[in-house]
């Protein structure tokens, strides 16, 4: 028998307390529904993603989907919660839940009654981990060979939307029918080609619906695999590091951001600058 565990969350404070008072229903309702995230997760009291034995935050996209909110509605009350000291902004948009002993209480712990069944549960979990990374790095090598692009493995937006659309069934082969199906259709394209990336390919609203559609029969030359030499993969992990340095730099201004067009405002000058480095590389 695998050990389990209920997870108790007290809302007193926000019918009550001065929850009730500083914050709306709406941002409540939020502040719950973040608390009962991180009581789920084996981090706790983080909200983050573990990669390679380090922590990694989620995006705020990524945590708006998670919570099923509207990304503007999450902009709000993390600016809020962290006001009020309710959570911490940390390196690479991992969140800190302060004070969790007070938010979070163990009501229910049922041992395994053979410790060789929790060992095995352990084994598991970390065959499972390997399985997939193993899955995001065929997904990653096949987008940048059919697209020519030099995404990154480790980079945020790679790991939060294959396991995402993981967790939904999705396998290695529907990944690679969908970098097909949009690879042929806006490859060198100078609106679309933007848009072969993991954020729109693999996010939760498009991934279904680009995997129902249907390769044509001929083959296109876009589509022919395309040779990275080692002088261009260092270069794209240069500019992987690059872009994970400035996030850090402006996370504590991300965290101060009151508005989606202020965050907005900080990725693009982020963008600019991965930009101007990369032409400089």
């Known amino acids: ?7 108790r969350i007290s809302i007193k404070d926000e019918l009550y307390g001065e929850f009730a008072n500083l914050l709306s229903p709406s941002e409540r309702w939020v502040w719950l529904a973040l608390r009962l995230f991180c009581a789920n997760s084996p981090l706790q009291p983080y909200i983050a993603l573990t990669m390679e034995h380090r922590k990694v935050g989620f995006t705020d996209t990524s945590i708006a989907e998670y919570l099923s909110i509207d990304s503007r509605l999450w902009a709000t009350c993390k600016h809020k919660f962290i006001n009020y000291k309710l959570i911490e902004l940390q390196e690479d948009n991992i969140i800190k839940i302060r004070h969790w ?10 041992k395994s ?3 060789e069944d929790d060992l095995l549960v352990d084994k598991n979990k970390v065959e499972k981990e390997r399985r997939m990374t ?5 997904v990653i090598d096949h ?6 692009k030099h995404f990154h493995v480790g980079a945020i937006p790679s790991i939060e939307f294959i396991n995402g659309r993981t967790q939904e069934g999705a396998t290695l082969t529907d990944f690679k029918h969908v970098i097909d199906v949009k690879s042929l259709q806006w490859r060198g394209d100078e609106y679309w080609d933007k848009f072969l990336r993991p954020s729109t390919l693999f996010n939760r609203t498009k991934f279904w619906e680009y995997k129902n559609e249907k390769l044509p029969k001929s083959e296109d030359p876009h589509l022919q695999p395309t040779k990275m030499d080692k002088e261009t ?3 794209s992990q240069k500019i992987w590091e690059y872009r994970q340095g400035l996030n850090k730099k402006y996370a504590p201004k991300m965290g101060k951001a009151t508005s989606p067009e202020e965050v907005d405002a900080i990725k693009a ?3 600019e600058q991965v930009a101007t480095y990369s032409q400089e590389i």
Do not use: C, F, Y
């Open 269 to 271: 000058e982020i963008d």
């Open 143 to 148: 987008l940048n060979m059919r697209t020519g």
């Open 233 to 235: 993969i260092d270069r």
């Open 134 to 138: 193993e899955l995001r790095k065929a």
């Open 101 to 110: 002993h007070k938010w979070k209480q163990i009501s229910w712990v049922e």
């Open 113 to 115: 009654e053979n410790p």
């Open 1 to 7: 028998m695998k050990g389990n565990r209920r997870v």
